[in-house]
């Protein structure tokens, strides 16, 4: 996540770096959903950069919300917080 803010060259097609940067917060953007189209609006990549630094912005705002409250934020169907993997379970 944050190792796209230094790309400068642009050696792969934009659509294969949105690709890429989608499933690297697919659980980030279970919880701000609105953040997946935004970064789906953006057609450069300076307009990605912008959008992506906003975003972090925010996880490390509920990181340090949850440090201090964990019981105030929802994180929906998952089992940790979203910054956090998810482990795979094994449907029985």
Known sequence: MCCLIGVQPLLIPLNVL????????S???????????KLGEAKTLE??????EEFIAI???????????????????????YWICQPYVRPR
């Open 18 to 25: 949105l690709g890429k940067v989608n499933y690297a917060n």
């Open 59 to 81: 996880l490390k705002a509920d990181s340090q919300r949850y440090q201090e409250k964990p019981e105030e934020l929802n994180f929906g169907k998952l089992r940790f917080p």
């Open 27 to 37: 659980f980030r953007f279970e919880i701000y959903n609105e953040w997946r189209m």
């Open 47 to 52: 307009a990605i950069k912008s959008v992506m």
